[in-house]
């Protein structure tokens, strides 16, 4: 995957941009030519037979005592205060700065909730937890990780975290990423692929990626979901009313045109798209049906007719399009059915729909890597490699649907292919070597998400 960074104008990105290892170039007749460049390929990149190898470029990432974050490199000899993101220090005179910070952790994380506990995920979430809170700044900009490219916002991403904190019950802090995402907002509503953590802007010309705006409403609708009384969900709507605005406007008219369908854009695959995806148009349904609630607490009744009437009219254009197979493009066959399925389904919709579940499942079995993991989608090349946020997402789904058996068993594989120092990185090669960055949030945030589910249930309302 090309870096994070700065690119070739030929290149583009697979799934979150995160990575080192090549580029994916559009053949001029269209589609995708897959490409592998750099880093080390072990064998053969052809379709079922590459097996590309990757370096884990960090084990976690650990705050020194002064608070600073220091990623940990292979090789690192260093050691982490037990349970705690802090980096123990080898100079006597810095052990009680270490020890201090270590008694903050634990204090943040006794202000809320750790799911898991004493159980097999409780170590797991515990470091999940403290992984957002490391890369969590005070002005509310979640990176994505802490390795120079993946140090940006992706709004995608900051509303996973969101809702992960807001669920544990670290609400300011929630409602602090979502601020940044207001303050970085244009007028227009639609959010670029990343923004700066300092908030001044896209670090490149990336381009915008529709699915953020639905993102941002559901995240905004879930935190405000958390809090305990109308009144004080009725002021935090107040205080995000913006967000709420721009990205309601901007979800309705890309659905304004007769066929109610959003227009083409990329997604969480981030590559160029010259189709409408279910990556971006799930969201946004998603998004409008958050809207709709965010509108009703707000006391805005006409908001709230305006998101529920555009809902209905996407899910009906969402149905005529992808139903019943629901692969990637609209009327796509089986074989490209991708991760994007989960967004049709809780957390992040009212209900199951059967069809639905069934197509996800399918995609499950046709994304599973030999290693045990899942790839983003089903016409993903066959490099060996598993991604640890679709992988996480999945675990997520099956939780909210009540399959504690195939919850466990992703979980179960998360927590055995994390790194030496318990962070959880974004690729598993082929031999079950954790790969990339560690941590990364996105997947940190649907771990937490589902244990959380499989503990007490989470749901939309």
Same mark, same amino acid.
């Given at each position: ?5 700065? $690119?070739?104008?030929?290149?583009? *990105? ?6 080192? +290892? ?28 590459? $097996? ?8 976690? %990432? ?27 220090? $080898?100079?006597?005179? @810095? ?11 634990? +204090?943040? =994380? ?17 470091? &999940?937890?403290?992984?957002? *809170?490391? =890369? ?24 996973? %975290? ?7 019950? *670290? ?13 970085? #907002? ?35 609708? +879930?935190?405000?979901? #958390? ?9 935090? &709507? ?53 809207? +709709? ?14 998101? @529920? ?19 990637? *493009? ?5 074989? /490209? ?31 599973? $890597? ?19 946020? #679709? /992988? ?44 990339? /960055? ?13 244990? =959380?589910? =499989?503990?007490?249930?989470?749901? /939309?309302?």
């Amino acid at each position: 995957m090309p870096t994070r960074g700065d $690119r070739p104008p030929d290149a583009v *990105h697979p799934p979150g941009g995160r990575g080192a +290892e090549g580029t994916v170039t559009r053949r001029a007749a269209g589609g995708l030519a897959l490409a592998v460049v750099g880093a080390a390929v072990a064998g053969a990149v052809g379709y079922g037979r590459a $097996r590309l190898s990757l370096p884990l470029l960090s084990r976690a %990432v650990l705050l020194d005592p002064d608070g600073s974050p220091r990623p940990v490199a292979p090789g690192d000899d260093v050691e982490a205060v037990p349970g705690t993101r802090v980096l123990w220090p $080898r100079d006597p005179a @810095r052990r009680p700065a270490a020890r201090r910070l270590a008694a903050r952790q634990r +204090e943040w =994380l006794a202000a809320g909730r750790v799911p898991g506990g004493s159980g097999p995920y409780g170590p797991m979430v515990r470091l &999940a937890l403290l992984d957002l *809170h490391v =890369l969590l700044s005070d002005t509310g900009a979640s990176v994505a990780g802490w390795d120079p490219y993946w140090r940006y916002v992706w709004p995608r991403d900051s509303a996973f %975290v969101a809702v992960a904190l807001a669920r544990t019950g *670290h609400l300011e802090q929630a409602r602090a990423v979502l601020a940044f995402l207001q303050r970085v #907002q244009p007028e227009d509503g639609l959010f670029q692929a990343r923004y700066r953590p300092d908030a001044s802007g896209p670090p490149d010309g990336r381009g915008i990626q529709l699915d953020g705006v639905g993102w941002a409403l559901w995240a905004t609708a +879930e935190v405000l979901g #958390q809090l305990p009384s109308a009144s004080e969900r009725e002021e935090a &709507a107040a205080g995000l009313r913006e967000l709420t605005r721009r990205s309601t406007d901007a979800a309705l008219r890309a659905i304004a045109s007769p066929s109610a369908l959003p227009p083409a854009s990329s997604d969480y695959w981030e590559v160029p798209e010259e189709e409408l995806t279910l990556g971006t148009a799930a969201p946004l349904l998603a998004g409008l049906r958050s809207s +709709e609630r965010i509108h009703t607490w707000a006391r805005d009744a006409r908001g709230a007719a305006g998101a @529920r009437h555009g809902a209905g009219r996407l899910d009906a254009a969402l149905r005529d399009a992808f139903a019943p197979v629901y692969a990637r *493009h609209p009327h796509g066959p089986a074989r /490209t059915r991708d991760a994007a399925l989960s967004f049709l389904l809780p957390p992040f919709a009212p209900a199951a729909d059967p069809r639905v579940v069934a197509a996800w499942r399918d995609s499950a079995v046709r994304m599973r $890597r030999p290693n045990g993991g899942l790839a983003p989608g089903a016409g993903w090349p066959r490099d060996g490699i598993a991604w640890t946020p #679709q /992988t996480s997402l999945y675990a997520l789904t099956a939780a909210c649907l009540g399959d504690r058996g195939a919850a466990a068993g992703w979980l179960g594989w998360l927590d055995r292919h994390r790194t030496d120092l318990g962070a959880l990185p974004e690729k598993v090669l082929h031999d079950g070597e954790p790969a990339s /960055t560690a941590p990364l949030t996105w997947t940190a945030a649907c771990v937490v998400l589902a244990v =959380l589910a =499989l503990e007490d249930g989470l749901s /939309t309302r």
